[in-house]
């Protein structure tokens, strides 16, 4: 990697799992019933591909030091029961007022800690949301797990339910790092629920690490990746560590700030990796994201399926996603909107029959072509005008680095991200941006982009 390019376009900028970003969502929110309506509307029109659901399970019982997640850290597995049965009640707002019967093609356990529930609430959740539903043709549910509590029962059950996929926070295997994370696995629980996933019939298995941790090096990069290779999941996320102490209510005060690699030497770990996974037949897929040529990811970006949404990457587009849950955010395409961060706001919403966003924002037809040129970008690496000259020449102008450092080309009215550029995705998602562009931070918002 060029190392003054990195230090060059190494600024802060959004992740773009949004857009607009949730930061530039609408100062008057969204009502109620401009959600509702546009989620009928999308839901409507996109009856045959089915809908997506994301379930939050905030609760954690212990604070990972990297984490910037919306959790509530207890040891209180009393708190399971209650919760389960008020996500099962706002599932019920939302199939109330639905024209029809919703079709469900995506569900994805997210938290927090999905395994912190017993197998039996994990089921009474499952089947609750399917009595209330149908499936598509051809669903997938995934779950994410905690190796050091995800037990075999929980694999068992939630296959029994339908989940084919799992993905394991794994992070990284130094000591040293998981000390200052407060995330302490050793690789045998991996290695435990890795092979108990794959025996009982999981088609995809997925790696989270992170990159960019306080203490890391590329002894210890290569360390960890050499026993990721040895499991060889189906899929790997290798995230940049986004540094942001100042977002409120995370944990990411627990090291001090001159441990992180920075610039260059963040990027360096990152390039070792992804030559490893590549060492190893892994294709790199989007951003952060890497999938062996069997993998449902892989093929959805050969056949130009891939998408991305506020779950991260996924192998098929749906224009509706809701979100349950305690801080969940829900899609309908035209219109974003959030859950009540708090539990007991979210909590107080439900047992007032009151649908709980308490944010959320209504796309304007520019936000929708933005948006487009965006997720084109973050899946494929590449997008084309067919409308607005004046947005074409803006964006244009913008580029005019990225386009002389050779990481961006432009033929005719198609831009498209070089080989080089890839790791640059997101400072090229910013010169589209046009409301960060309208409205520049005065305060610290996102990670670095490298």
């Known amino acids: 990697m060029n190392t003054e390019l990195i230090r060059k376009y190494n600024v802060p900028g959004p992740r773009y799992t949004s857009y607009p970003t949730v930061p530039y969502w609408g100062e008057k929110g969204i009502s109620i019933e ?10 409507l029109e996109s009856q045959g591909e089915g809908i997506s659901l994301y379930i939050h399970l905030p609760f954690c019982e212990s604070l990972c030091t990297f984490c ?39 569900i994805h356990l997210g938290g927090g800690t999905p395994t912190f529930f017993s197998t039996e609430n994990l089921k009474l959740l499952i089947e609750g949301i399917l009595s209330r539903a149908e499936l598509a043709e051809q669903y997938e549910f995934s779950f994410e797990g905690h190796p ?25 295997y130094d000591p040293k790092v998981q000390f200052a994370i407060n995330r302490i696995q050793p690789f045998e629980n991996v290695k435990r629920v ?46 940049s560590y986004a540094h942001v102490p100042w977002m409120k209510g995370n944990g990411q005060r627990g090291f001090d700030e001159a441990d992180l690699p920075k610039n260059d030497e963040k990027r360096a770990l990152y390039e070792l990796g992804k030559q490893m996974f590549y060492d190893q037949d892994y294709v790199e897929i989007g951003m952060d994201h890497f999938a062996l040529k069997s993998d449902s990811l892989y093929k959805a970006m050969q056949n130009g399926s891939l998408h991305r949404n506020f779950m991260g990457y996924t192998a098929g587009a749906t224009k509706v996603m809701i979100g349950l849950g ?3 955010i829900s899609d309908s395409w035209y219109s974003f909107a959030q859950n009540e961060k708090s539990l ?8 007032r029959m ?25 899946c494929r690496f590449e997008t084309e005008f067919s409308g607005s000259d004046s947005h074409f020449i803006q964006v244009k102008s913008r580029l005019t680095d990225l386009i002389r450092d050779e990481l961006v080309e432009i033929s005719g009215r198609k831009i498209k991200i070089t080989e080089a550029g890839i790791p640059f995705v997101r400072n090229v998602c910013m010169a589209f941006d046009e409301r960060l562009h309208q409205n520049k931070p005065q305060k610290k918002l996102f990670s670095q982009t490298v």
Not at 162 to 171: A, E, I, K, T
Not at 210 to 216: A, I, T
Request: include cysteine; proline fraction near 4%; charge should be neutral.
């Open 34 to 43: 401009d959600w509702e309506s546009t989620l009928i509307s999308a839901f």
């Open 68 to 106: 910037g997640c919306h959790k509530k850290i207890t040891k209180r597995h009393e708190v399971e029961d209650p919760y389960i049965k008020t996500v099962l009640k706002e599932w019920k707002l939302y199939t109330d007022f639905l024209p029809t019967v919703p079709k469900i093609k995506e």
């Open 148 to 172: 050091n509590n995800t037990t075999k029962e929980h694999l068992l059950t939630l296959y029994d339910l339908g989940f084919r996929r799992v993905s394991y926070g794994v992070q990284d």
């Open 194 to 239: 890795h092979e108990w996933s794959k025996k009982i019939g999981y088609n995809s298995v997925n790696h989270d690490l992170v990159f960019g941790l306080p203490h890391q090096n590329l002894k210890g990069i290569e360390h960890t990746i050499n026993k990721t290779n040895e499991l060889k999941p189906d899929r790997i996320a290798f995230y």
């Open 326 to 328: 305690m801080s969940a």
């Open 344 to 351: 007991k706001d979210y909590e107080k919403r439900v047992e």
């Open 354 to 378: 009151e649908v709980p966003i308490f944010r959320g924002h209504l796309l304007s037809n520019t936000d929708l072509m933005i948006r487009q040129h965006i997720l084109d970008l973050m």
